[in-house]
């Protein structure tokens, strides 16, 4: 069985920083690209990053580039996002997801002050 | 960007009647590859997205057959032949053949 789960998530000040991660088992992780999705509170599912097998390309929605990096850790079956310089339209469970697997139970990320 | 638009947004629906939801993208969603890189997910009141269909038609494992989907290019279909109470949630459809991935506004099924 196909599992992700994410941790890392909380309470954190604008222009902060968070580092989510998401533990996987249930497949061969290193075969798949990964993303992480968001999902503001009331609001729809947007697709934040995604990254290759290897962990050598990696792609970004434009309102976080130059403020989150997405890496993995294939010896851990790890995936991670580092979050800098967060702000409060940032604030709303992250999803770690393989879409042709699977979605994890979320971590909610709340930027305030 | 590709942009997804579902229709209706919001859909009431007697147990045991059919239901159907579109999907239409603003660029098509068919890769040199001969793939069709749409996806439909379903996320229950209070919980988390679980993958219903992949590349328009091809059911994920322990989907029931009720559900279907299909099209092509740039346009959409989900149907269920009949509903149950547990298909009530917010449907989204999603692109996966551009960066950014986008996804549909969502589709709330409620029981009528």
């Known amino acids: 069985e196909v599992q992700l789960v994410e941790s890392g998530g909380g309470l954190v000040q604008p222009g902060g920083s968070l580092r989510l991660s998401c533990a996987a088992s249930g497949f061969i992780f290193s075969s798949y690209w990964m993303s992480w999705v968001r999902q503001a509170p009331g609001k729809g599912l947007e697709w934040v990053a995604n990254?290759?097998?290897?962990?050598?390309?990696?792609n970004y929605v434009d309102s976080v580039k130059g403020r989150f990096t997405i890496s993995r850790d294939n010896a851990k079956n790890s995936l991670y996002l580092q979050m800098n310089s967060l702000r409060a339209e940032d604030t709303g469970v992250y999803y770690c997801v393989s879409f042709r697997l699977g979605w994890g139970q979320g971590t909610l990320v709340t930027v305030s002050s | 960007d590709i942009v997804m638009t579902q229709t209706p947004l919001s859909l009431s629906v007697t147990p045991g009647q059919p239901a159907s939801i579109s999907c239409k993208s603003s660029?098509?969603?068919?890769?040199?590859?001969?793939?069709?890189?749409l996806f439909w997910y379903l996320q229950r009141p209070g919980q988390s997205v679980q993958l219903l269909m992949y590349?328009?038609?091809n059911r994920f494992s322990g989907v029931p057959d009720r559900f279907s989907g299909s099209g092509s290019g740039t346009d959409f279909t989900l149907k269920i032949s009949r509903l149950e109470a547990e298909d009530v949630g917010v449907y989204y459809c999603?692109?996966?053949?551009?960066?950014?991935?986008?996804f549909g506004q969502g589709t709330k099924l409620e029981i009528k």
């Open positions: 590349e328009v038609s």
């Open positions: 999603m692109q996966t053949i551009q960066i950014p991935h986008t």
């Open positions: 660029q098509s969603l068919l890769h040199s590859d001969g793939k069709t890189y």
């Open positions: 990254i290759n097998q290897p962990g050598n390309e990696k």
